[in-house]
T-cell receptor, first 113, second 109 residues
């Protein structure tokens, strides 16, 4: 069966520090991968999605970036965090074709101080 | 932008059926209707999806009107653990899910 892992689960970082959140999927190949963010009291916002290694689509301009160095690995990064980057970050995956279900990870809660 | 309209919040008595409506009047012929829910501090959980026909699984039933401009998610016997934000999403093929504000369902003992 397929599983999705996200880490770290909780992170407290100072403004201006770098960020790296990692997501991996097991039990499938060539998945579509997604990063969403949920700010406090707000809805889920799609940040990035990827249909293959090295293929990243950005939905919202910001100081975040995403990379997919391996087929089942998706990384969310920032060189310098802002206060507004605080939120709940969720990774998700779906099969690479067809009208398939997105399965979400448990999330990473980032607090920028 | 989300293509659906949902009530902001609803209450439901424990053990009763919860009927959550969703309007998607601009849905196109090959867009599916998906329902997800998000329990506090967790990732969204898939519930059900459909194209034209009504669908049922172990979690819920999805009723889609004949003109496909609206749908209703039915939780047949709501429990306290069903308290969550429920999202109705229309989606074309394998495109990313775009979440709206959803309906906050409170199941009351």
């Amino acid at each position: 069966s397929q599983t999705i892992h996200q880490w770290p689960a909780t992170l407290v970082q100072p403004v201006g520090s770098p960020l790296s959140l990692e997501c991996t999927v097991e039990g499938t190949s060539n998945p579509n991968l997604y990063w969403y963010r949920q700010a406090a009291g707000r809805g889920l916002q799609l940040l990035f999605y990827s249909v293959g290694i090295g293929q990243i689509s950005s939905e919202v301009p910001q100081n975040l970036s995403a990379s997919r160095p391996q087929d089942r690995q998706f990384i969310l990064s920032s060189k310098k965090l802002l206060l507004s980057d605080s939120g709940f970050y969720l990774c998700a995956w779906s099969e690479g074709s067809g009208a398939n279900v997105l399965t979400f990870g448990a999330g990473s809660r980032l607090t920028v101080l | 932008d989300a293509k659906t309209t949902q009530p902001t919040s609803m209450d439901c008595a424990e053990g009763r059926a919860a009927n959550l409506p969703c309007n998607h009047s601009t849905i196109s012929g090959n867009e599916y209707v998906y329902w997800y829910r998000q329990i506090h501090s967790q990732g969204p959980q898939y519930i059900i999806h459909g194209l034209k026909n009504n669908e049922t699984n172990e979690m819920a039933s999805l009723i889609i009107t004949e003109d496909r401009k609206s749908s209703t998610l039915i939780l047949p016997h709501a429990t306290l653990r069903d308290t969550a934000v429920y999202y109705c999403i229309v989606r074309l093929g394998n495109t990313p899910l775009v979440f709206g504000k959803g309906t906050r369902l409170s199941v009351i003992a």
